[in-house]
């Protein structure tokens, strides 16, 4: 073990050490917590898009408005990942990680109270924060805590966790909706569903509440952590305190041999720390590649999944299959998820990052053709399959950005690099879900009054085209190295590069997208059936794509010219 090997006064750094251990109880014990803070996180995702019909009748809404019904939690996440990715480089992954499980398991639990629109999205921005700020410290952990030649898969499979969440809030939620007596008498109150299609009036209870007690189950979670959670030798060593992170990786040989060896802080050899570690910092000159890769990537998954996680149940219902079987085969396109999520790491770390990212956009392609062709009436089996192919390969994509994520920044700006990423994907997420409603609603998909979702879903292929498009040009080969040699690798960039003035620009364009794509479609009545709406919200989706081609592209011109 790590004793024969850096006990004769050699340097080290810490991903040598943690290598040495190989997989161990200690990897076992961290996949498992980081896996659990995934299904608690994806449920409460998911819970959203599982109980969305019987939350629109109790409050009286349709349409788009149905739609942001989802839009208000991916809104907070937005926000807290970018404020949550700072602190964890700042205060830490653990601390970081209790805070944003207590935080949205508390402000859950008002949601099952909600008897408005305005009072239930406040509380699901609020609790946003919390789910936001916890997927990327998850994958920031999982990528300091594996094995490199194991990290792909430790890093996708730890997402099939959060799948996973999203498949048990559908196998909670169907059951407990599909009610027609009240769960818990006085809870609960009377509800009419409106029959669609000349179908008659559903009369039920609004037992939808009770996912969403559920959904503060966190709270607990989050008090365990504090106990059984460890903090990252790596960022003990990056941020100063080279003893601390000696005495957590001798933790870990403890706990993993029942052997202490200790480790010589002095020894210890930690990559040059960035001069610069703010936000902006990310569109330096050095960085601004790396960033081009990761967030036009998975701001295409993000939009995709979380669109159609949230009309899925709606599609079938207009081809006309029930509730109960809509959500169903919601649920088996996120099961087929799962799959894909365990699968996906395993290629990464044998073919390499690139090659799996782009061949996954091509396989999304394929996917959504065939639905769009073959989605029928009357044929559950054939839906089934279809939705476990369109989960399966949606979800193997934008998982395969996953590991791309934490080896493309070094440790002091790694989570701030992972949140602000899926930060600004979730504008993708919090925009498609009211978009992809719009559309629906145009007339160029309206055939006999109802939407025509074999069209509808069409549309993905622009986004998949732009997701093989930008692998193809921004990704670089990053699978099989340790997190230290990728750090000690980055080179370039002018040190008085801040990057600021291509980040400015950055916020100009989201705010840009956030008011076409979100506030316009809330705000004005009739937004869709405008003849300007469809041109103004697909500039406001592409300007991030030209923006990352002329930034990102004039980046890779500088580099080849250096060569």
Not at 454 to 472: N, R
């Amino acid at each position: 073990m790590s004793e024969g090997k850096f006990a004769d006064g050699k340097e080290y750094t810490v991903s040598e050490v943690i290598d040495s251990f190989g997989i161990n109880g200690h990897t076992w014990l961290m996949f498992v917590l980081l896996g659990l803070a995934n299904i608690f996180d994806g449920y409460d995702f998911m819970v959203v898009n599982s109980t969305n019909t019987y939350l629109a009748a109790s409050f009286g809404v349709e349409g788009a408005a149905m739609g942001s019904l989802t839009t208000w939690g991916l809104l907070g996440m937005v926000l807290g990942g970018a404020c949550g990715g700072i602190l964890s480089d700042k205060i830490g992954r653990k601390k970081m990680l209790v805070i944003a499980c207590l935080f949205y398991g508390v402000f859950t639990l008002p949601q099952a109270f909600s008897m408005s629109v305005p009072f239930f999205a406040a509380f699901r921005l609020i609790a946003g924060f919390g789910v936001g700020s916890c997927i990327p410290v998850v994958t920031t952990v999982f990528s300091e805590t594996m094995p490199s030649k194991n990290r792909g898969v430790f890093v996708t499979f730890g997402m099939a966790f959060m799948v996973a969440g999203w498949v048990i809030a559908g196998l909670v939620a169907n059951p407990i909706c599909s009610t027609t007596t009240p769960i818990i008498p006085g809870f609960t109150e009377p509800l009419t569903i409106p029959g669609k299609n000349g179908a008659a009036d559903l009369h039920t209870y609004a037992n939808w509440r009770i996912c969403y007690l559920i959904g503060a189950l966190p709270v607990i979670y989050g008090i365990i952590l504090i106990f059984v959670m460890h903090e990252t030798p790596h960022w003990y060593a990056n941020n100063g305190m080279k003893d601390k992170a000696a005495e957590a990786l001798a933790g870990i040989e403890m706990r993993t041999t029942h052997h202490q060896h200790e480790y010589d802080p002095a020894l210890m050899i930690v990559p040059p720390k960035p001069e610069k570690t703010s936000v902006n910092v990310l569109f330096s000159h050095k960085y601004i590649v790396a960033t081009a890769a990761i967030w036009t990537t998975y701001f295409v998954g993000q939009f995709c999944v979380y669109g159609m996680n949230a009309w899925i149940p709606t599609w079938f219902q207009g081809v006309g299959y029930s509730k109960a079987d809509s959500v169903n085969l919601q649920t088996w396109n996120n099961f087929a998820a799962i799959l894909s999520n365990v699968t996906v790491g395993f290629v990464s770390d044998k073919i390499g990052r690139k090659k799996n990212l782009a061949g996954s956009w091509i396989f999304c392609i394929i996917a959504i053709v065939l639905c769009s062709i073959f989605v029928a009436p009357n044929n559950i089996v054939l839906c089934t399959i279809l939705m476990l192919l369109f989960g399966f390969a949606l979800n193997y994509a934008i998982t395969a950005v996953q590991p791309l994520m934490p080896e493309s920044y070094p440790t002091e700006l790694r989570n701030t690099g992972v949140a602000w990423c899926q930060a600004f994907a979730r504008f993708g997420g919090s925009a498609s879900s009211i978009v992809l409603g719009a559309i629906a609603s145009m007339a160029a998909f309206q055939v006999n009054g109802a939407t025509n979702w074999s069209a509808v879903v069409l549309v993905l292929c622009v986004p998949f085209a732009l997701g093989f498009i930008c692998t193809l040009l921004f990704v670089t080969e990053t699978g099989g190295k340790t997190m230290d040699e990728l750090a000690a690798a980055e080179t370039g960039g002018d040190k008085n590069d801040t990057g600021m003035v291509p980040f400015i620009v950055m916020v100009f364009i989201i705010a840009f997208l956030a008011v076409l794509c979100i506030v316009c479609p809330l705000a004005i009545q009739g937004w869709s059936k405008l003849p300007v709406a469809l041109p103004l919200m697909a500039t406001g989706l592409l300007l991030p794509f030209l923006y990352f081609f002329i930034f990102g592209g004039m980046q890779l011109a500088r580099n080849k010219a250096a060569k």
